[in-house]
């Protein structure tokens, strides 16, 4: 049975894979876009079954398969898809055709030190990967220009969302309040348990008022938790994002370990990876 998604996100089925959509991003009819699942593949052990991360210790070959079920169910070209090497900052990087293939077959040709992609080249599919990581996608349907951000903690508090958004903006003229997000299943506020020091500095990083909105104290001395949707959703409006134009799957990974990878809740963090992927169509409506 498939889960509950949060208000503007749904379940799609092609070629045998399972995986999420942002329904406003389907509607605007100029993106091919999803969010995998651990289903469909062909990885085995913790890695089972459509592992997409090429650093874990998984089989390259069964990755590399993996890679292209998931480019072919999103009627995306694996060929043209950018993977950055993840580094949990808030580098951005302006990505075009000369980039196509980076990071796909193999590690060393991966966009060192990067966790956002923006481009406004078509047929480019901006990939990033996750196990309980925040996913952001963001979409200016006037200018047709995309971007792609991985925020854990440390990229939620260097407000990897809002340094994306302004990296659109400088580079292709975006407002704010055009633009679509969906922030995608990552480690949910019911199980993400930081300690006091990663607590202390990442509320510090937000407003007095919304601290009550992004972190709680446990019951048990010392326990806190963090709410990385809501903490991206207020840096995402801080920059000027309409609150109406930004849906949050609502789906915790660690809770949901049968649909996804979890990092944190994986034996000795042994755990494959989910992929976002977003990429402007060919045949866009204003083509």
């Not at 998604?5 to 894979?17: K, S, V």
């Not at 070959?61 to 998931?70: A, K, P, T």
């Not at 796909?104 to 481009?119: F, I, K, M, N």
Request: aromatic share 8%.
């Amino acid at each position: 049975m498939k889960l509950e998604l949060g208000m503007g996100w749904a379940w799609r089925q092609r070629e045998g894979i399972d995986y999420l959509v942002i329904e406003a991003f389907e509607r605007s009819g100029i993106v091919q876009h999803g969010f995998s699942t651990r289903k469909g593949g062909v990885s085995q052990g913790p890695y089972e079954s459509l592992n997409i991360g090429l650093h874990v210790g998984d089989d390259s070959d069964r990755v590399r398969i993996n890679r292209q079920r998931l480019a072919t169910a999103l009627a995306v070209s694996s060929e043209r898809m950018v993977v950055p090497a993840q580094v949990h900052g808030n580098q951005v990087k302006v990505v075009t055709g000369r980039h196509a293939g980076a990071g796909v077959q193999d590690l060393s040709s991966a966009l060192p030190g990067v966790d956002a992609l923006v481009t406004q080249e078509t047929d480019l599919a901006l990939c990033t990967v996750y196990a309980d990581c925040v996913p952001v996608y963001i979409l200016d349907p006037v200018h047709q220009a995309i971007g792609l951000a991985h925020a854990g903690w440390k990229g939620t508090t260097a407000q990897i969302g809002a340094q994306t958004l302004q990296q659109i903006s400088a580079s292709f003229g975006t407002k704010a309040r055009d633009c679509l997000i969906g922030i995608g299943p990552s480690v949910g506020p019911c199980c993400y348990e930081v300690d006091r020091s990663v607590w202390r500095q990442f509320t510090a990083a937000f407003s007095l008022k919304d601290r009550a909105r992004i972190s709680q104290v446990g019951t048990i001395s010392n326990r806190f938790y963090l709410n990385l949707w809501e903490a991206n959703r207020l840096t995402l409006m801080a920059g000027g994002v309409l609150a109406a134009n930004i849906w949050i799957a609502g789906i915790c990974t660690r809770c949901h370990q049968d649909w996804f990878y979890s990092y944190r809740a994986a034996e000795g963090q042994e755990t494959g990876r989910m992929a976002a992927v977003l990429a402007l169509r060919i045949d866009r409506l204003s083509a």
